[in-house]
């Protein structure tokens, strides 16, 4: 029997503390493309679009792919954005309204827009809305994920990645495929349980390489060999979304003794809850991260320094200019760092010849009381390009992407790379590609929590990871929430 399959990928991770929302633009930003155009983008890479194409081509599905978007994080997701983009997958429901047999929609979990708390589950309604019940949804999520009830109730199968740095997109994709596939045949009737503490996030932010969420892995791969049970999910939640169901779930996606798989996950969250006070990740202060800089030895291979409070792929700004006033504070040399988001400067810079001396007020301009304000430096442009990459490592191997107009410039010792988009620095050739080897440098400062591990643990001789007080600081307590659930931890310790 040949099933046809609806298709979508539509994610954004809403940090509501930002002060720039995800309009339209943002999500041209990152690329949209809708049918066969995305599928050739996207199809062969780490995606989930890549996983449901790997069940869904060697069974005979018909596939309709509606469209692929998805934003940086930052604010809310405007209506204009969400009307516009979950429209296109509606359209594409209603279109083949009687001939689905399933759906499959890669989303993030946290998606928070300007007129509701729970993108994901607004778009399932409208899903719904158009399909009935009985039709089979399947959704990927990022682990995240704030899963809300109403997404676990809309949805009978809801499957998220077990990385952190995420590296199992695909392999994800393909287990919420297989699981489709038999729901399709008839051969199981799924549907997913959902456990949740009052917890802004897992203590650890969700870090799978080390710390109690490796043995929570384990525990819910070994429970997935269980008679009806096909997957278990645990996610570690996003914490900078302020609102009612925010915070980390464990879900399992099942069928038969439901009363035996909510005790494991009850179980598995109750282990989160009482290891809340448990950390791992050692955050060190700007100061104190380029001291160790200074004496550094790249004996085998350079000093990573992560500013993980200006992370742009949890909502932050990208422009926090603490750490490298820092670094050039101390005459660090053979070092570079990026990305520094400076739309203006960038085009400052692309107007100059490389080669030349430029002076320029870089970064710090988006809230220059978080992160610090704008430097003025005066160094040599080294050069200029479009920004365009192609990724080579765990994470981004064969996607295109873009920093947009881009520059480098040195200050002293440092090449400092200079970029209009927002985006995390998780591969290498996000600096290679623009004449920066991090691997041959003493000393790489970037933004990024954790994805960078993937491409740069490899390089690495040490990682040290810094709190320069930006947007996402893991110090959540710094925050102003007025929307959450209370009491919950660690607002209320």
């Known amino acids: ?50 996983g449901f194409l790997d069940i869904g081509r060697p069974a005979g599905w018909r596939i309709v792919h509606a469209i692929s978007a998805a934003a940086q994080p930052s ?168 609102i009612k169901e925010v915070g980390p779930t464990v879900l399992v996606t099942c069928e038969g003794d439901l009363a035996r798989h909510q005790a494991f996950a009850e179980e598995l969250m109750d282990d989160m809850w009482a290891r809340r006070f448990d950390t791992v990740t050692e955050f060190l202060s700007v100061e104190q991260a380029v001291d160790e800089a200074k004496s550094y030895v790249a004996t085998s291979g350079p000093l990573i320094i992560a500013d993980y409070a200006d992370n742009p792929g949890g909502g932050g700004y990208g422009d926090a200019t603490n750490l490298l006033a820092a670094m050039i504070a101390a005459g660090l040399d053979d070092a570079c760092f990026g990305p520094m988001v400076d739309p203006e400067v960038a085009a400052e810079l692309h107007r100059a010849q490389p080669g030349s001396t430029v002076s320029v007020q870089l970064g710090g301009k988006v809230d220059p009381q978080i992160g610090g304000r704008p430097l003025a430096l005066t160094g040599t442009l080294v050069s200029v390009s479009d920004g365009d990459y192609v990724g080579d490592g765990p994470m981004m191997g064969g996607l295109r992407s873009s920093w947009g107009p881009c520059a480098v410039l040195r200050v002293g010792g440092i090449e400092i790379l200079v970029t209009t988009t927002r985006a995390q620095m998780n591969d290498l050739q996000q600096f290679r590609a623009f004449g920066i080897d991090p691997a041959a440098k003493r000393v790489v400062g970037l933004k990024s929590m954790q994805h960078f591990r993937a491409a740069f643990e490899p390089i690495a001789g040490k990682i040290v990871v810094c709190d320069s007080g930006a947007l996402c600081t893991p110090d959540l307590t710094k925050l102003p929430y007025h929307n959450v659930r209370r009491p919950i931890f660690p607002l209320d310790r």
């Open 1 to 50: 029997m040949t099933f046809t399959v609806l298709t979508a990928e539509f994610s954004h991770e809403s940090n509501t503390f930002s002060r720039c929302p995800a309009d339209y633009a943002a999500f041209e930003d990152r690329g949209v493309s809708e049918g066969e155009a995305a599928i050739m983008a996207r199809g062969a890479a780490n995606t989930p679009l890549a």
């Open 75 to 242: 604010g809310p997701v405007t209506r204009d954005a969400f009307d516009r983009i979950a429209g296109v997958i509606v359209a594409a429901a209603k279109a083949h309204a009687g001939e689905i047999d399933g759906v499959l929609l890669g989303l993030h979990g946290a998606m928070v827009t300007e007129f509701c708390e729970d993108g994901e589950g607004e778009l399932l309604e409208r899903l719904r809305a158009v399909l009935g019940p009985k039709i089979p949804i399947g959704v990927t999520l990022d682990p995240h994920a704030n899963v809300t009830r109403k997404m676990t109730d809309l949805a009978q199968i809801v499957v998220s990645y077990k990385t952190y740095p995420h590296v199992d997109i695909r392999e994800t994709g393909r287990l919420a495929a297989g699981i489709l596939q038999r729901t399709m045949a008839g051969e199981i009737r799924p549907v997913t349980l959902r456990a949740q503490r009052p917890m802004l996030e897992e203590v650890n932010g969700g870090r799978t390489d080390i710390g109690p969420m490796v043995e929570r892995i384990a525990r819910a791969q070994a429970y997935e060999q269980e008679h009806g049970v096909f997957a278990v999910s645990v996610d570690g939640g996003f914490g900078n979304a302020d």
